[in-house]
């Protein structure tokens, strides 16, 4: 029998850092990992993932585009994953795949362990309502904060993510040309892809930001960077990319997959040193 294999599957993942921060863990616990970056389209998804299984695989992350679909594809799935119907982590029980959503408690131990903020009592934005803002709207309401505003350029894709969190009141969703009159929050949250490969820049209402202002982008690399040259300009007192948020949410896989939780504060430093080289594929 094969040797146990992990992999991230994506489209594009040529450039994931994956591969790299697993392989790191590993190697502070003394475990060999064999993880891989596997490309697959949508359509190629659900036989590569197959496929990956009959050779050995027996964990995964998923990214874009296809962290819904991986939802569908699982036996059974954590109560996180089943509020965000979107999954970013598999793991092989017997022959079916089991899987949960490390991306919102990614997030939040970023957002509180490493920048130090308290989330409670906070107006958020959440900017997006795709797999990346599925994953982390539940974690954001189990954090505390005061109110969770969600606009998507599909109003449909936004009422759909409202209504699987169930919080009526709490959790709103927002027509895109309706963002002037949202008033302002203490933290604005990126979770669209729009900016990958057009840096021409990235446009709201000033009026959304207050002095109390965190914005933070999911992606990192040179996606991140139109949406967060925004919130430095309106003013924002803090701005984040998701590098920390993507080193966390890696740190939650492989808990799961070997049993110990790792240290992360070496990796995130690593890859913070090669910041100008990171091209976003998670």
């Known amino acids: 029998m094969s040797a146990p294999r992990y992999a991230v599957f994506g489209q594009p993942i040529a450039h994931s850092q994956s591969p790299r921060i697993q392989t790191a863990f590993g190697k502070a616990h003394g475990i060999a990992v064999d993880y891989r970056a596997i490309e697959a389209s949508p359509e190629q998804f659900p036989a590569a993932l197959e496929a990956f299984a009959a050779d050995g695989g027996v964990g995964a992350n998923v990214t874009l585009p296809h962290k819904e679909a991986a939802f569908a594809l699982c036996t059974t799935t954590t109560s996180r994953a089943q509020r965000a119907g979107a999954v970013n982590t598999l793991l092989r029980k017997g022959e ?7 991306d919102g408690i990614g997030l939040v131990r970023d957002l509180t362990g490493r920048h130090g903020l308290d989330l409670r009592g906070r107006r958020v934005l959440l900017l997006g309502a ?10 954001l309401l189990d954090a505390g904060i005061l109110e969770l505003i969600v606009v998507n350029r599909s109003p449909e894709r936004a009422d759909a993510l409202i209504d699987a969190m169930s919080e009526p009141g709490r959790a709103i969703s927002a027509y895109w040309e309706q963002l002037r009159e949202q008033g302002d929050f203490e933290l604005i949250i990126n979770a669209t892809s729009a900016a990958r490969g057009n840096e021409s820049g990235f446009s709201l209402p000033l009026s959304l930001v207050n002095s109390m202002t965190t914005a933070v982008d999911l992606n990192y690399g040179e996606a991140s960077i139109p949406f967060l040259a925004w919130a430095r300009a309106a003013g924002c007192r803090n701005s984040f990319d998701g590098l920390g948020m993507l080193v966390e949410q890696a740190a939650e ?22 910041d100008a080289l990171l091209v976003t594929a998670d």
């Open 96 to 102: 079916r795949w089991h899987g949960d959503n490390t």
């Open 130 to 139: 795709g797999g990346a803002a599925r994953g982390v709207a539940p974690a």
């Open 253 to 274: 896989s492989f808990q799961q997959w070997h049993g110990m939780r790792p240290e992360t504060d070496a990796i995130y430093a690593e890859l913070r040193a090669g």
